[in-house]
């Protein structure tokens, strides 16, 4: 059984910074791709960074090109994306998800297996 929990979470002003964590179990995290996503209401489930399983490769979305860095520590299960310089348009219900046995970073949505339940990122003005 597949699980992978989220943390990390809160309300931050802009300009400030976050780190969201994702603990995966039932798994070998190591074989795992893993992406992190975002979805403000109303709008589409957005890519926000990938890593690939060793984490020598990321992948990153424009908009947080240069503030967000994504992270894995296979020995830990987990995979981490550290928020800086927050502002409010990152405001988003923020999933980790993961896919086995995939060699790119450059993975569509819809190719991940397992997401987690979602952890809420509030930037205020």
């Known amino acids: 059984q597949v699980q992978l929990v989220e943390s990390g979470g809160g309300l931050v002003q802009a300009g400030g910074s976050l780190r969201l964590s994702c603990a995966a179990s039932?798994?070998?995290?190591?074989?795992?791709?893993t992406g992190w996503f975002r979805q403000a209401p109303g709008k589409d489930r957005d890519f926000v960074a990938g890593?690939?399983?060793?984490?020598?490769?990321?992948d990153y979305a424009e908009s947080v090109k240069g503030r967000f860095t994504i992270s894995r520590d296979n020995a830990e299960n987990t995979v981490y994306l550290q928020m800086n310089s927050l502002k409010p348009e990152d405001t988003a219900v923020y999933y980790c998800?993961?896919?086995?046995?995939?060699?790119?970073?450059?993975?569509?949505?819809?190719?991940?297996?397992?997401w987690g339940q979602g952890t809420q990122v509030t930037v205020s003005s």
């Open positions: 998800a993961a896919v086995g046995h995939v060699y790119s970073i450059y993975i569509p949505r819809g190719q991940y297996n397992y």
């Open positions: 039932g798994l070998t995290f190591s074989n795992y791709a």
């Open positions: 890593i690939n399983w060793s984490g020598r490769n990321t």
